[in-house]
């Protein structure tokens, strides 16, 4: 049985006031491994969500305390392989970005990229180096090397990295994370090792789902993004502030567009189990299932830098 235990918020600390935005509505028995599955169905079930009176942030208070969540990832499966070339094309035009801003391409590093398949970017775009750091076992089984330089380490990405090998303070050229600063336990213990992991003048890519999107300011707790997985969620204002409360400068938001099947759209769409069910045949019947398409669907990218050392 998983215990809950109350949260604040990240940016602005325990004594910053708070109003519930969502109550729960879940039961004790979600709470197991294949809910915390990456991409599966989403079902909107999710812990009670508090809007901090402070800076906006949304994050789920009381929540399962980190512990539990490290174990439920490591236990985690990996199912979506179908979708990894789609998210590859989403990300690659965010990485673009950050790589004309890098000094040296050593090594390229990815935190909680499921089988890594990103690190490919690393290897085509000539960093020396590719590690993808991950805390589950499924992903580490499916893990295909995207070339002699690339390795996977499994953990959490945190300070035992640095104590115990894997990974040196100051090393890191680029180093990104796709939709994994919001299932984090302290999204700014995160950045602030991301920060340690750095290079001087090195850069942070981060993508992430946006509070103050369209999309989720209309479906409201219908929104896909209010979800059991999602511990903090962010706009680019409040995750502005929090990358320079963790010490990078150099701060750009800009929002992202994915480019995702129309089969992917409508497994992602807010619509109830049983229609999706009935859409989804229907769609694979047609043919209209592989269709691309391109759509701000409420993502938002930051990329900032560590600063370099006078
Ligand atoms: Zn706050």
Known sequence: MTLLSPRHCTLCGPDAGKRVRFAPNFEAQDLNAAVFSARRMPDRRHFQLVCCEGC???????????????SLYQASSVNYDRQEEQIFDSYAPVLDRGLRRVAKRGLFLEIGGGTGFMLRYGAQHGFAEQLEIEPSADAELKFRPAGPAARFVRGMFDQTLFEQGPLRRSSVSLACFFQMLDHVPSP?????????????????????????????????????????????????????????????TEIESFAVANRYSLRYWAHLAPLPLGLKRSILPALER?????????????????????????
Do not use: M, Q, W
């Open 56 to 70: 906006g942030i949304i994050y789920s208070d009381p929540a399962c305390d980190p512990a539990a969540l490290a």
């Open 188 to 248: 700014v213990e995160l950045l602030r090792t991301v920060h340690e992991a750095l290079e001087p003048g090195g850069i942070a890519v981060c993508v992430t789902h946006d509070t103050s999107a369209f999309s989720a300011r209309v479906l409201g707790e219908r929104s896909p993004i209010y979800d059991i997985e999602h511990t903090y969620l962010f706009n680019p204002a409040n995750l502005s502030r929090l990358f320079a409360h963790a010490g990078f």
């Open 286 to 310: 047609t043919g209209l299932a592989r269709l691309p398409l391109r759509l701000n669907a409420g993502n938002f990218a930051i990329i900032a830098r560590k600063p370099p050392t006078l």
